[in-house]
């Protein structure tokens, strides 16, 4: 697939899960046996709906929506989602129209991932995927205090690329960080239709 970016556009930002690697079938493997494992259940669209937003939201969000209030933490599931990711993770392979665009754009323009996953879970996934080496620029849920929707994860991102949102494109799968990159004015563009994902 032949992809040019937009026109007066300065900087790059990709999102990572679902986007530069195809990482949510793992995902949400992860959480369902966490969820098994505590006695909840989850559906796709469950997690669909959650694409975007840091572990413990979701976990939050899990305990609301099974009742299980004061039988489990927060930590408790998003350990156990971790570490069940974390056996599986090494299949994660790049989405290769959007890591396309990584290797046509490295050093001709600035790039960043800004994501709403685990500082550790997105280096370990750059790593498998050998797209690690083409990113400084790394803004993850550890690294700011509101997440997608909210626009903090891109403008950090524009901030430390040092180029004007206006002029960052930014690659997203989500409905929360497509939001979130309008909401810091950015060009939001939707790579869901760009490969076929099985989950």
Same mark, same amino acid.
Not at 23 to 39: L, N, Q, R, V
Not at 118 to 137: N, P, Q
Not at 149 to 160: D, G, Q, S, W, Y
Not at 167 to 178: K, Q, T
């Given at each position: 697939?032949?992809?040019?970016?937009?026109?007066?556009?300065?900087?790059?930002?990709?999102?990572?899960?679902?986007?530069?690697?195809?990482?949510?079938?793992? !995902?949400?493997?992860?959480?369902?046996?966490?969820? %098994? *494992?505590?006695? &909840? #259940? @989850?559906?796709?669209?469950?997690? +669909? $709906?959650?694409?975007?937003?840091?572990?413990?939201?979701?976990?939050?969000?899990?305990?609301?929506?099974?009742?299980?209030?004061?039988?489990?933490?927060?930590?408790?599931?998003?350990?156990?989602?971790?570490?069940?990711? !974390?056996?599986?993770?090494?299949?994660?392979?790049? %989405? *290769?129209?959007? &890591? #396309? @665009?990584?290797?046509?754009?490295? +050093? $001709?323009?600035?790039?960043?991932?800004?994501?709403?996953?685990?500082?550790?879970?997105?280096?370990?996934?750059?790593?498998?995927?050998?797209?690690?080496?083409?990113?400084?620029?790394?803004?993850?849920?550890?690294?700011?205090?509101?997440?997608?929707?909210?626009?903090?994860?891109?403008?950090?991102? &524009?901030?430390?690329?040092?180029?004007?949102?206006?002029?960052?494109?930014?690659?997203?799968?989500?409905?929360?960080?497509?939001?979130?990159?309008?909401?810091?004015?950015?060009?939001?563009?939707?790579?869901?239709?760009?490969?076929?994902?099985?989950?």
């Amino acid at each position: 697939m032949k992809y040019d970016i937009k026109k007066g556009i300065k900087g790059l930002i990709f999102d990572l899960d679902g986007t530069l690697a195809d990482t949510m079938p793992y !995902h949400f493997e992860g959480w369902k046996k966490a969820c %098994i *494992k505590y006695g &909840a #259940d @989850i559906d796709p669209a469950f997690l +669909r $709906k959650h694409t975007g937003s840091p572990g413990w939201i979701i976990a939050s969000e899990i305990i609301k929506k099974c009742g299980l209030d004061g039988t489990v933490t927060i930590d408790q599931i998003v350990e156990e989602k971790l570490d069940q990711f !974390h056996k599986i993770q090494p299949n994660v392979k790049p %989405i *290769k129209p959007v &890591a #396309d @665009i990584v290797r046509k754009y490295y +050093r $001709k323009l600035p790039m960043a991932v800004g994501t709403g996953g685990h500082r550790e879970a997105v280096i370990r996934t750059l790593e498998i995927t050998g797209l690690r080496k083409y990113f400084d620029i790394i803004v993850t849920a550890n690294d700011v205090d509101n997440f997608k929707p909210h626009p903090e994860t891109f403008l950090k991102c &524009a901030e430390l690329m040092n180029v004007d949102p206006a002029h960052i494109e930014v690659f997203e799968d989500g409905d929360l960080g497509i939001e979130a990159a309008r909401m810091a004015g950015m060009v939001a563009t939707d790579v869901r239709s760009w490969y076929n994902s099985n989950w």
